[in-house]
C-alpha cells in the first residue's frame, strides 16, 4: 500500500515529531491492532517491540508479539526518512516493511509517502481468504479496479484490499498524531 500526501504542516514542525523510537511508539498504538510498544536498543539495533490484537480489548498476553528494526535512512534539514522492518509476523506473515518520508514544500506545507507492505505464507494466505469470505466480505479497500453495470466504482478487495486498509489506518494514526 501506498499512500503520498500533503500535510498542511511545515516540515520544520513535522519532521521532529517523527524521528524517535518513543514517538513511533506514540503514532503505532492509534492503530486499532497495535496492542502496546516499547522501544528498545540491544546490541546496537533499535527496535519497537509491539503487540498485535484483534480489534477489540483482549489481554495483552493473547496479543502477537512483534518487534520492527527501527532506523532513521536519512535526516536532513528538508528531507526525512524512517524505516520499520520486521522479518516475521503473526499467522506465517513475513518481510515487514513501513517506510516514511517527508519532503519540505514550502514554509507551510510538507509532502508526506508512506507505504506498507509484507509477504504471506500459504497458511496466512489461506487463514486470511478464510476471513475475507466469511465475516470480512465486505472489506475492501481504496483503489478502484473497475465499473459495475450501474457505473458504480468497483474496489480492490482480497489480501491487497486489506493491505490498503492498513496503510490507510497507519496514515490516519500519522495524521492524528500530527
Avoid at 15 to 24: E, G, I, Y
Avoid at 124 to 153: C, E, H, W
Wanted: hydrophobic residues 40%.
Amino acid at each position: 500500500g501506498e499512500i503520498y500526501a500533503q500535510l498542511e504542516q511545515p516540515f520544520a514542525v513535522v519532521a521532529p515529531q517523527l524521528q524517535t523510537m518513543a514517538q513511533w511508539c506514540d503514532v503505532l498504538i492509534l492503530h486499532l491492532n497495535i496492542k502496546s510498544c516499547r522501544p528498545v536498543s540491544v546490541d546496537s539495533v533499535d527496535t519497537l517491540k509491539i503487540n498485535i490484537g484483534r480489534k477489540f480489548e483482549q489481554p495483552l498476553a493473547d496479543a502477537y508479539p512483534f518487534n520492527f528494526v527501527y532506523q532513521v535512512k536519512a535526516n536532513r534539514p528538508d528531507f526525512l526518512q524512517v524505516q520499520l522492518t520486521a522479518a516475521d509476523g503473526p499467522m506465517g506473515t513475513s518481510n515487514y516493511g513501513i517506510e516514511l518520508q517527508i519532503v519540505a514544500l514550502d514554509e507551510q506545507r510538507s509532502f508526506l509517502h508512506l507505504s506498507y507492505a509484507y509477504s504471506y505464507s500459504l497458511a496466512s494466505q489461506v487463514a486470511m481468504q478464510g476471513y475475507l469470505n466469511t465475516i470480512g466480505r465486505d472489506k475492501v479497500g481504496f483503489s478502484i479496479t473497475g465499473y459495475d453495470s450501474d457505473g458504480q466504482p468497483i474496489y480492490q478487495d482480497g489480501i491487497r484490499g486489506v493491505v490498503e486498509r492498513n496503510t490507510m489506518r497507519y496514515y490516519l494514526a500519522l495524521e492524528a498524531y500530527l
